[in-house]
């Protein structure tokens, strides 16, 4: 297929990238600027010019293509209203064009839509259920009810739910978010009794389900990029402590805000998520190292302070 990627130069995206090239796809990379253009070329892909808010552009990439894979988005939490409805209105777009051609659409969603507001909190969340409509998961559940509505519209569209660490060498997400706040106070962290629990999937078995999922002839699903159920976030703040030599301990829900400032809501979800169905009905098998491991092995503590930043800038994937 020739194939429209949004986020190509992101880290997910850039491993789809590798992903399609390897399986004999041909990528159509959305690049916002020179840089992202030149990076494209260097890696084989197309570059297409244009952004999320670009709509005649997003339009033109999806009908010049035989698929769209959608990973971009605005990660900028001081205004994660507005980056959501940014989204909302690309995917309707994009979905649009597309009307009546029987071609897949794969949007990128998240597995922590099921931890917030969740009725039963610390409840594993599987592939059937639909994100909760109410409190912090709303904005986003609007985007993957448009998703799988394209099925009424001649569009296979999937939801392909990415959980809060996707891990690997160049992270520049949550974990380094983490690990970055570790080195700076000195102490690296947990809240309460740090049960609670973040699923993870390397990114290179992540990109292996999203061509999977394109290929696919089923409209509707929801997916799960999920290879480990949960991590405990005390397993993963003690392996922070251990890669920075640094002392680990439990904060209270009232000092969790000082210390992680805008990371404190997510570094206290329960999220716990199976893909059970994903695998089974896919024949996707993750290999990659776990997250433990990953932290261990692929330089999280070599150069933190450039990538966390990343991740607090707002940077889109």
């Not at 997916?223 to 890669?243: D, F, K, N, S, T």
């Not at 990371?263 to 089974?280: E, G, K, Q, R, Y």
């Not at 993750?286 to 990343?310: H, I, T």
């Amino acid at each position: 297929m020739r194939v429209f990627l949004t986020g190509a130069t992101g880290f997910v995206g850039s491993a789809i990238v590798r992903e399609l090239l390897a399986t004999g796809h041909q990528v159509l990379g959305l690049a916002r600027n020179n840089a992202s253009a030149a990076a494209l070329a260097r890696a084989g892909v197309e570059a297409h010019r244009g952004d999320l808010s670009d709509i005649g552009s997003l339009v033109a990439g999806a009908r010049a293509s035989d698929g769209v894979i959608h990973t971009a988005f605005i990660h900028d939490f001081s205004a994660y209203a507005a980056s959501a409805e940014t989204d909302r209105r690309a995917i309707e777009a994009m979905v649009g064009a597309m009307d009546g051609s029987g071609k897949p659409f794969v949007s990128t969603s998240g597995t922590a839509l099921l931890a917030l507001g969740a009725a039963t909190p610390g409840r594993t969340g599987t592939e059937d259920e639909a994100a909760v409509s109410g409190g912090g998961a709303a904005l986003r559940a609007a985007a993957e009810a448009t998703v799988l509505a394209a099925a009424n519209r001649g569009v296979r569209g999937i939801i392909m739910r990415l959980p809060p660490s996707v891990h690997g060498a160049g992270d520049h997400g949550f974990v380094p978010a983490l690990i970055n706040i570790a080195r700076r106070k000195g102490v690296s962290a947990f809240v309460g009794d740090g049960a609670n629990r973040w699923p993870a999937v390397h990114r290179a078995d992540a990109a292996r389900l999203y061509r999977l999922a394109l290929e696919c002839s089923l409209p509707g699903r929801r997916l799960h990029a999920v290879a480990e159920q949960g991590v405990p976030m005390r397993a993963i703040a003690e392996a922070i402590g251990a890669g920075l030599g640094l002392p680990v301990r439990g904060l209270s829900a009232a000092e969790a805000g000082a210390h992680f400032d805008w990371m404190a809501h997510f570094v206290v979800i329960d999220n716990p998520t199976s893909s059970a169905l994903t695998c089974n009905g896919f024949g996707w098998r993750p290999k990659e190292a776990d997250l433990l491991a990953d932290m261990r092995n692929s330089g999280y503590f070599a150069d933190v302070n450039s990538l966390a930043a990343r991740a607090m800038s707002g940077t889109r994937n």
